[in-house]
């Protein structure tokens, strides 16, 4: 749940996801569905695909292995997680590279290519400091020393240099350049991208849903039917095309959203019919918190209801 997003985002979805799922087995034996569900909100959706396939892996393991390798084999498992594992929970001499280890490091080495092209280096430069022997003997103290070092002290903006026990040995210390590193490339344009969906409701209360495709942008996640994402905004006309159902839509007004790599714009058109005809399937439209719609899809369900 950490990676890339904060510790104040995680705390209350952390601890509602170990009430729900206590331990692997539990995870394992779970639907996916109840596991995005439980995860809905926190965005990148794949590590929450790759979480469960990973429990139902080592359930069938009997424990997580004891190996690098091993541990990079399950499912969503990549070289910073294994090595994180590796350090904390098996006492395995590996240094797990996160965000703040790689400002920690480029700094003390004076790394000054920019990221990304820089990770290859720090990386490089980490695995030397794991091979000191204090490090070597207490692997899982010294990984996590290096995540609050760079937390706590070897800040971004604003680096805590007078406290900092490897002050002397800085080498962006000695140049001044500790507030510039890891220096970071010109930012690329964010493009927009352009879709319509669609907000059905019947007299019985439910709201149309349906299950975007496994593989893909929140993939596996529920969403309310809708036309493609693309370059080019949408006429009404174009967008009816691809309507659940031929009724009267009226405009229930416009949300904004952006992803890593793109800004979306989505329009909402709400309609209300006696029975729903469509593909998907029907859900309680007051019971939405029990759905595993992802943020994009609660904006869009609460614009349709109260307009804002």
């Keep these: 749940m950490l990676q890339q997003t904060t510790v104040t985002a995680v705390i209350p979805y952390y601890q509602r996801f170990v009430s729900r799922f206590p331990d692997v087995q539990a995870l394992a034996a779970a639907p996916l569905d109840s596991v995005l569900s439980a995860w809905a909100g926190l965005g990148y959706y794949a590590r929450a695909r790759n979480l469960h396939a990973c429990a139902v892996a080592v359930a069938e393991l009997g424990g997580f292995p004891g190996d690098l390798v091993a541990l990079q084999a399950l499912p969503g498992i990549g070289t910073y997680t ?99 590193l890891p220096r970071k490339a010109p930012k690329k344009t964010r493009p927009i991208r352009y879709g319509v969906h669609f907000w059905l409701t019947d007299d019985r209360g439910a709201v149309l849903l349906r299950t975007r495709p496994t593989k893909g942008l929140l993939g596996g996640m529920t969403e309310l039917p809708g036309t493609a994402w693309r370059d080019t905004p949408w006429t009404v006309r174009e967008a009816l095309a691809d309507a659940p159902m031929l009724v009267e839509w009226r405009g229930a007004g416009q949300v904004r959203h952006v992803f890593t790599h793109f800004e979306l714009i989505l329009d909402v058109l709400a309609a209300h019919v006696p029975s729903i005809d469509a593909e998907g399937f029907a859900h309680p439209a007051d019971a939405l918190d029990d759905a595993a719609l992802p943020s994009v899809m609660r904006k869009c369900a609460r614009i349709a209801v109260t307009g804002r």
């Design 82 to 180: 294994a090595a994180a594992i590796g350090a904390i929970a098996f006492g395995i001499p590996a240094v797990p590279v996160d965000g703040n280890v790689e400002r920690v490091v480029s700094r003390l080495f004076a790394i000054e290519q920019s990221m990304p092209a820089a990770k290859p280096a720090i990386r490089d430069a980490a695995a030397r400091l794991g091979t000191d022997p204090a490090a070597m003997a207490r692997p899982s103290d010294f990984a996590q020393a290096l995540f609050d070092l760079g937390a706590s002290i070897c800040s971004p903006a604003a680096p805590g240099c007078a406290v900092c026990p490897w002050m002397p040995n800085c080498a962006a210390r000695r140049l001044g350049i500790e507030a510039s």
